[in-house]
C-alpha cells in the first residue's frame, strides 16, 4: 500500500462523503478497499477536541471492538487511512424518529459498557489544563466556555443573528449557576458524537462507530446525554437506551445520575440553538427552493424554543419561522 498515492487520489475524487469537519474517500488499496479521511476545508469549530482523531483511534484499539481499525496515519499532509466498513449507514435504515431494532440497541449498550471500562492509562496523554479526574463542574465548565465562545466570536451579521433571534448575550447564564452541583463520578473516555449517521450497520447485524474526533475524557452521563440529544429516539428506544446505559455503568459513574442527565440535556438543547443559528442561517440562506427555506426555518425556530426555558426569564419569546426566515434574510442573504 502507498498511503501518500492513496490520498493523491482520494483527494482528487469528487463525491466523497463529508462530514462538518472531514472526507471520507472510498479508494482501492492492493489489499482492498480502504477508506482516506481528511478534512473538508477550513470548518469552522464548533466543538471541543481533545486528540488527534488517529492517536484515540490507535489507543482504543485494544478495548473498543466496535471502533474502525486505523490503517495509516499521515501528518504532512494531515490524513488517516481506515478499514472500510461494507454496510449501511442507520441513519439510511433508520431516519430520525424511527424506531430501531434490537441488534442496533445492543451495539450501543456494548459500545457504553466498552467505553466506560478504557483504563485512563491506555488513553494519548491529556492537556495540562484539562479538568481533573472527577471535577464534574469544571468539565461543565469546559462545555460552557465553548458556547459562550461560538456565540461571541461569529462575524457582525452572525452577532445581529443571533441578537434578532433572541439568543441572549450570555446564553450559559442559568446554566453555570447549576453546573456546582454536578455530581463527581470518574472520567471516561467520551465518543461525544454518538448519532445514526456515524454508526454502520454490517450484513452480519454489527455496528461500527465512526468518527472519533471529537472524543474527550469526561463526566460519562455526558456522553449519554448528548447521544439521546442527537439520535431522535422513539420514546421506547429512548427509556431502552437510557436503561441500558444504567446498566452498562460501573456503581460509581451513577450517583446521581439522572438529575446530571437532565443537566446535559438542558446544556445539549442550549448548544444546538446557538451553534444551529450559524449552521441552519446558513443553509437557510443558500437554500434553492421556498419549502426547503420553510422547513429549516421551522427546524430552527424548534431549537431556540428547545433553549428557551434554560435562558434569563427576560429573554424574549421564541421566534417563529416566519421571522426566522424574515431574520435570516436580513442578515445572511
Known amino acids: 500500500m502507498d498511503p501518500a498515492a492513496l490520498y493523491e487520489e482520494a483527494r482528487a475524487r469528487e463525491g466523497a462523503q463529508s462530514g462538518h469537519y472531514n472526507r471520507n474517500v472510498r479508494v482501492e488499496a492492493d489489499s482492498g478497499p480502504v477508506v482516506v479521511r481528511m478534512r473538508s476545508g477550513s470548518a469552522e469549530v464548533m466543538d471541543l477536541t481533545l486528540w488527534p482523531e488517529a492517536d484515540i483511534l490507535a489507543a482504543i484499539a485494544p478495548h473498543v471492538p466496535s471502533a474502525p481499525r486505523l490503517v495509516h496515519a499521515g501528518a504532512d499532509p494531515a490524513f488517516q487511512i481506515h478499514e472500510f466498513v461494507e454496510g449501511r449507514r442507520v441513519d439510511d435504515l433508520y431516519p430520525d424518529g424511527k424506531p430501531l431494532p434490537e441488534p442496533v440497541l445492543d451495539d450501543i449498550e456494548n459500545l457504553f459498557a466498552h467505553l466506560l471500562r478504557v483504563p485512563p492509562h491506555a488513553l494519548p496523554p491529556l492537556p495540562a489544563d484539562w479538568p481533573p479526574d472527577g471535577d464534574t463542574p469544571a468539565f461543565a465548565a469546559r462545555l460552557l466556555d465553548l458556547v459562550r465562545t461560538i456565540r461571541h466570536r461569529g462575524e457582525p451579521a452572525v452577532t445581529g443573528l443571533y441578537d434578532t433571534l433572541g439568543v441572549p448575550a450570555d446564553p450559559c447564564a442559568i446554566l453555570e449557576s447549576r453546573a456546582a452541583t454536578l455530581t463527581s463520578r470518574p472520567f471516561c473516555l467520551l465518543h461525544a458524537d ?140
Request: with cysteine; charged share 20%; aromatic share 8%.
Open 194 to 333: 454518538i448519532h445514526r449517521s456515524n454508526m454502520i450497520l454490517t450484513a452480519h447485524n454489527r455496528v461500527v462507530f465512526l468518527d472519533w474526533e471529537l472524543a474527550l475524557c469526561g463526566d460519562p452521563v455526558y456522553d449519554l446525554a448528548d447521544h439521546l440529544h442527537k439520535m431522535s429516539y422513539t420514546p421506547p428506544d429512548r427509556a431502552a437506551v437510557t436503561e441500558a446505559w444504567h446498566r452498562a455503568a460501573p456503581p460509581e459513574c451513577r450517583a446521581r445520575w439522572l438529575e446530571d442527565l437532565a443537566y446535559y440535556l438542558a446544556y445539549e438543547a442550549v448548544k444546538s440553538a446557538v451553534v444551529d443559528t450559524v449552521r441552519w442561517g446558513h443553509r437557510i440562506a443558500t437554500a434553492q427552493d421556498d419549502q426547503s427555506r420553510a422547513t429549516l426555518s421551522q427546524e430552527l425556530a424548534t431549537k431556540l424554543t428547545a433553549a428557551h426555558p434554560h435562558w434569563p426569564a427576560e429573554t424574549p419569546s421564541p421566534p417563529s419561522p416566519r421571522v426566522v426566515q424574515a431574520a435570516v434574510d436580513r442578515w445572511l442573504s
